[in-house]
């Protein structure tokens, strides 16, 4: 047997041995990975439409406050609806990151700017495990 080539005893295939319709099959699928970016922008413009709409909502609320100090009560639900949407655009944001790691390539960042290690995704469990608890 040692006539065969090497890559039948390992039980992989060359790339000269590939079939050439399972080389532009390749290409389409690795050129498809370039879809992530569709959800990855949509992700990171719906994160930022939530932070400026919270930012709208805080000033407006704080605005109401000082124009009509008492009852302080009614003007509590304003506010947990303000850390409603920070919240959801926090799940948003780690989302097109998530994303963006896992199909498009690993952001890589200078030691002082270091993304934490709690949002570092390997796969797609490390990003459903984040959005499932950013969002209970």
Same mark, same amino acid.
Request: no cysteine.
């Given at each position: 047997?040692a006539?065969e080539? /090497? &890559? ?16 532009? !099959? /390749?290409?389409?699928?690795?050129? &498809?990975?370039? %879809?992530? +970016?569709?959800p990855?922008?949509?992700?990171l ?7 400026? +709409?919270?930012? +709208?909502? =805080?000033? @407006? &609320?704080?605005g ?5 100090? %008492?009852?302080?009560? @009614? @003007?509590?639900?304003s506010? %947990? ?8 655009g926090?799940? !948003? ?6 994303f +963006? /790691?896992?199909?498009?390539r /690993?952001?890589? =960042?200078e ?6 290690a709690?949002?570092?995704m390997?796969? %797609?469990n ?7 608890r950013s &969002?209970?």
């Amino acid at each position: 047997m040692a006539n065969e080539p /090497e &890559s039948e005893e390992t039980g992989r295939e060359s790339p000269a041995a590939a079939n050439p319709g399972n080389i532009g !099959l /390749e290409r389409i699928l690795a050129s &498809s990975l370039r %879809l992530a +970016y569709i959800p990855v922008a949509v992700l990171l413009l719906a994160a930022l439409g939530a932070f400026v +709409y919270g930012t +709208y909502i =805080f000033i @407006h &609320s704080v605005g109401q406050i000082v124009d009509h100090p %008492l009852p302080v009560g @009614h @003007h509590v639900g304003s506010f %947990l609806l303000d850390i409603d949407f920070f919240l959801i655009g926090a799940t !948003l944001l780690i989302s097109a990151v998530g994303f +963006y /790691e896992l199909f498009v390539r /690993e952001i890589q =960042f200078e030691r002082a700017t270091r993304i934490p290690a709690w949002l570092e995704m390997h796969d %797609l469990n490390d990003l459903k495990g984040r959005v499932i608890r950013s &969002s209970v």
